[in-house]
């Protein structure tokens, strides 16, 4: 078992000629080819373009060119990422077969710096899970225990990056969809500040939350992503126009100084070995220069309420265009209004309707300040109490999750306790802070640990720098090059 | 009918914007193109896609905030939610409690002025074509969707409850027609849907007694129609209300041939859009030096335009009052300026007016392309006698026809060169010769006898020669 090459060891020796890009994707493919079956991480392998694509980067290293940042990098892209002409199906029976005439901005900007894409990964449907039990497709299992959950949504990204699939894959994190399944699969998983990456052809679950991700088997590669796609595009109103931090290039910088709040309202509720992991974190950091000390955000407590008031109401008008009468699919009927229901009744699994009616009636006349309107107050909440927090500490630190990876169908018949599982990452996207899980250590099933770094908005540099600390003390076998090819 | 009653109208006016592009998108806002051509993933709604706000958009609405006196502030967008096949992502994004423009006037031409609540910004929908004997979506055998108008730029303008009759409605929607075709916002096309109009109609016993229950009138296509339909709901309710029944709060749909109106939906089925805020766009917040700037560009609006016409045919003068008609007929097409260039080189203005008014008016959409230069030109020559009206007339038919042109080249090539003096005088003198008995008379005084030597001019040039000449060299030979 060799451990895979990380993204900037591939396009290091890609771009310096030393290897091929073509012998990269084969070396990816057979290991997708090894694996893939018990894992089912992929919705689409795109064997053929990601060979095309890399042939081209092979060409542009012959004449000469740099083809960029990512040369020949093998990405996985979660399904809800539009892929001019490949299907793109958000695991929904209602997508399935659709094809966008256009690629997300992301997805541009990672073929521009060379990426080759070779495949989109499973995912809860619409983004809507924590354990990608919900895809129209079945379950990805977890690489590290074949009976567990791999976490969602992005449940297929982070499994194809711990499977050593694909060195970098993009996930979407709208309550944890990134952090939350990078943590159970023992990878790094960020969430980028909202705004700054655009959400452009990322097909919408909660607008205001939605924000995409790189996952990567080291916090190098998943700066390095984060450089890559990051900064504002026209495209999307939301994206923030001015300077992007780049993050690469202060990964050394260390933590000396720097204060570090250890949030209690994470450790509240954790299992004891996940709050242990949390703690070694914070010593690491304290070893590493920091000053390290105990805060409490009260409202944090608040946030899985007004999230599951939040993104349900966006969701049921963001998801409200399946009505069959323009693509995906169309169930027949006699009439209009027969036939939107007709389709979508046939086109949604359960959790994706449950939502949609959580929205539907929270934002019902009548209804809606009682509870939309009440929830973005909580929102405002939140934020005032992450800005008091953040007076005091350039960092906070606690639990990704609350848990290890769960089994498979654990969960599914009880819809609160797989929300329960998101609860220290959704208060993150309430406020629209960066934050990123790091894998650190296991439990005595070997299962993976992650431990959740935040910080304010725009404050990535300050985020990857401890990131990058915690890293290099994780104990051994924390899920960093547990990928084989 | 109406007798004992009184009506209280508002009307709310959606206005399509004359952009280049869509209110979120880059495609092409165009009527009448190739249907489902002019679109894109955000206009089709499709997965992934997000809106842009078109910033000429956002001036247009300004534009018509400024000319409607209202007050333009920070501003955000809402999602209105329902399910419709044209609505391509099933919701519309319009403002809802936070519009652009809010608390204005419009101002009639007989001094009325009508208060306007709000004038917001919305993207249109896309246009349902119902194939079956209904035309309606009941009973459709099937419907075809155009999105090329969905995403086109609305701004929606919305009266208070001012108006007290269907002549004081149809007054307001005309006014308010020109306004935006002044302000450069919109063609004001009602017969291609550019400007549509709903009309909310009640009645009551006294003009001081609360308001009655409204009905929402819909699909009034012309100005014609509005007057119609609110005389006509406005006497269904009355009925109602002489029987001793209630009426229903209601949106209802006008028949143009039937000419009724009926129900579309009552207040019970009426949807709840579950408003929210746009999480895909940010607010407007139009700084002073935007403002200004927009306001800087607004052209003179019709009011200001007919008091510039008003004046040059002078103050308080019979020539003013004779000549309302064909002042609001100038100025509502948009041809006041043809008029006022023409006054500024030397012509008449009543003639300049006469002219644009009578002919230039008959093709409106050619007239306003025209070249003032030429125009000027022909008016000049019809003024110094050089042509007939008559020539003149036919001139102009082939100006508009080509868009301009010099208007000598067009006389000579028609055969109308302007006769000779010395041979307008030898022609006067044979008719005066012809006709002894006339020319005594009109020699004493008898000013209309006049006629009967130009009509024989007139018959032995073919037309060809100018009246008014004719009658100056008859006074000369009169001395």
């Known amino acids: 078992m060799t451990a895979a090459p990380t993204a900037t060891e591939v396009a290091s020796a890609v771009r310096s000629g030393t290897v091929r890009a073509a012998t990269v994707l084969e070396g990816h493919l057979a290991a997708i080819d090894a694996a893939e079956a018990g894992i089912h991480a992929f919705n689409l392998v795109t064997r053929e373009q990601a060979r095309s694509d890399a042939a081209a980067v092979d060409a542009a290293v012959d004449a000469g060119h740099d083809p960029g940042l990512l040369a020949g990098v093998p990405v996985a892209l979660k399904d809800n990422l539009c892929t001019r002409g490949v299907p793109t199906t958000c695991s929904s029976a209602i997508l399935a077969g659709w094809r966008p005439p256009y690629d997300a901005t992301v997805v541009t900007r990672l073929r521009r710096a060379g990426a080759v894409v070779v495949g989109k990964t499973n995912m809860d449907e619409f983004a809507m899970g924590s354990s990608t039990e919900t895809s129209a497709t079945g379950p990805t299992r977890n690489p590290h225990d074949l009976d567990r959950v791999p976490g969602g949504s992005s449940g297929g990204s982070a499994a194809a990056v711990a499977a050593g699939f694909a060195p970098i894959a993009l996930g979407s994190d709208t309550g944890g969809s990134i952090r939350q399944p990078a943590a159970l699969c023992g990878v790094v998983g960020m969430k980028p500040t909202y705004g700054t990456v655009s959400r452009y052809g990322l097909v919408a679950f909660a607008s205001s939350l939605d924000q995409v991700g790189p996952f990567a088997r080291s916090v190098a590669d998943a700066a390095l992503c984060f450089d890559v796609i990051g900064g504002h595009d026209e495209a999307d109103s939301t994206s923030l126009n001015r300077p992007t931090p780049r993050v690469l290039s202060v990964l050394d910088d260390g933590v000396e100084g720097m204060t570090v709040g250890v949030l209690a309202e994470f450790l509240d509720g954790a299992d004891p070995v996940v709050v242990a992991r949390a703690r070694a974190a914070a010593e690491a950091l304290a070893a590493a220069g920091a000053r390290v000390e105990e805060v409490s955000v009260p409202e944090v407590a608040l946030a899985l309420s007004a999230y599951y008031l939040i993104a349900p109401a966006e969701a049921s008008s963001n998801l409200a265009r399946y009505d069959g009468v323009r693509f995906g699919l169309r169930v027949d009927a006699d009439d209009t209004v027969a036939m939107n229901t007709a389709t979508r009744s046939a086109g949604f699994g359960a959790e994706v309707k449950r939502r949609v009616m959580l929205g539907t009636y929270a934002l019902s006349a009548g209804y809606m300040d009682a509870y939309y309107g009440k929830a973005l107050r909580v929102r405002t909440l939140i934020i005032e109490g992450f800005a008091r927090a953040y007076q005091r500490c350039d960092v906070l630190l606690g639990p990704t999750t609350p848990t290890t990876a769960f089994p498979l169908g654990a969960k599914v018949g009880d819809p609160l306790s797989m929300y329960l599982s998101d609860v220290c990452t959704i208060p993150t996207n309430l406020a629209g802070h960066p934050a990123i899980s790091v894998p650190f250590g296991t439990d005595d099933a070997g299962l993976p640990v992650g431990v959740q770094l935040l910080a304010p908005a725009l404050a990535e540099s300050t985020l990857f720098r401890a990131a990058a600390v915690v890293e290099a003390a994780a104990p051994d076998g924390s899920g960093r090059g547990g990928g084989t090819t | ?479």
């Open chain 2, 1 to 479: 009918m109406t007798d004992g009653w009184h009506l209280v109208i508002g009307l709310e006016v959606h206005c399509e914007l004359r952009t280049e592009t869509k209110l979120f998108c880059g495609c092409r806002n165009m009527f009448g193109d190739e249907p489902n051509t002019n679109v894109c993933p955000v206009c089709l709604g499709l997965p992934g896609s997000l809106p842009v706000l078109n910033q000429r958009a956002v001036e247009l609405a300004m534009a018509i905030g400024t000319a409607l006196h209202c007050d333009i502030r920070p501003s955000t967008f809402h999602r209105k939610n329902y399910f419709y096949p044209d609505q391509a992502k099933d919701y519309q994004i319009s403002q809802y409690d936070e519009p652009i423009n809010v608390d204005g006037w419009l101002e009639l031409p007989d001094g009325f002025r009508v208060r306007i609540e709000r004038a917001h910004m919305e993207e249109d929908t896309g246009k349902t074509t119902h194939a079956g004997a209904s035309g309606r979506i009941h009973g459709a055998d099937y419907s075809l969707v155009d999105y090329n108008r969905s995403g086109v730029p609305l701004v929606e303008i919305v009266s208070a409850p001012d108006l007290r009759d269907a002549a004081q409605a149809r007054a307001y929607a005309t006014e308010l027609r020109a306004i935006l075709v002044a302000s450069g916002a919109s063609d004001g096309k009602m017969e291609e849907g550019s400007m549509r109009v709903d009309a909310n109609v009640s009645v009551r016993r006294s003009p001081d007694a609360p308001f009655g229950t409204r009905c929402e009138i819909k699909n009034l296509n012309s100005v014609r129609s509005l007057g119609r339909a609110i005389e006509y709901e406005a006497e269904r309710q009355i009925t109602l209300l002489e029987a001793g029944e209630a009426v229903e709060q209601q949106t209802r749909h006008w028949d143009e041939t039937a000419g009724r109106t009926e129900t579309l939906r009552s207040k019970e089925e009426a949807y709840d859009y579950r408003y929210f805020r746009e999480p895909d766009l940010v607010p407007v917040v139009p700084d002073p030096e935007w403002k200004a700037a927009v306001a800087d560009t607004l052209g003179l609006m019709p009011a200001q335009r007919r008091a510039r016409l008003t004046e040059l045919l002078g103050q308080g003068t019979d020539a003013v009052d004779g000549r309302r008609d064909q002042v609001a007929t100038v100025v509502d097409l948009g041809l006041d300026d043809l008029v006022v260039e023409a006054a500024a080189a030397g012509v008449p203005v009543t003639l300049a007016l006469a002219r644009t008014a009578n002919e230039a008016a008959t093709d409106a959409e050619a007239a306003r392309r025209l070249d003032l230069g030429a125009y000027v030109a022909l008016l000049t020559m019809e003024a110094a006698g050089s042509l007939s009206a008559t020539q003149s007339k036919a001139v102009l038919g082939e100006l508009l026809a080509a868009g301009g042109g010099d208007p000598a080249v067009i006389a000579r090539a028609k055969g109308f060169e302007a006769m000779s003096t010395d041979s307008l005088t030898a022609t006067v003198a044979e008719a005066v010769a012809a006709e002894p008995d006339a020319w005594a008379r009109y020699r004493d005084g008898e000013d209309k006898l006049a006629q009967v030597f130009v009509g024989r001019v007139m018959k032995a040039t073919r037309g060809q020669a100018n009246g008014k000449a004719v009658v100056a060299e008859l006074q000369r030979l009169r001395g």
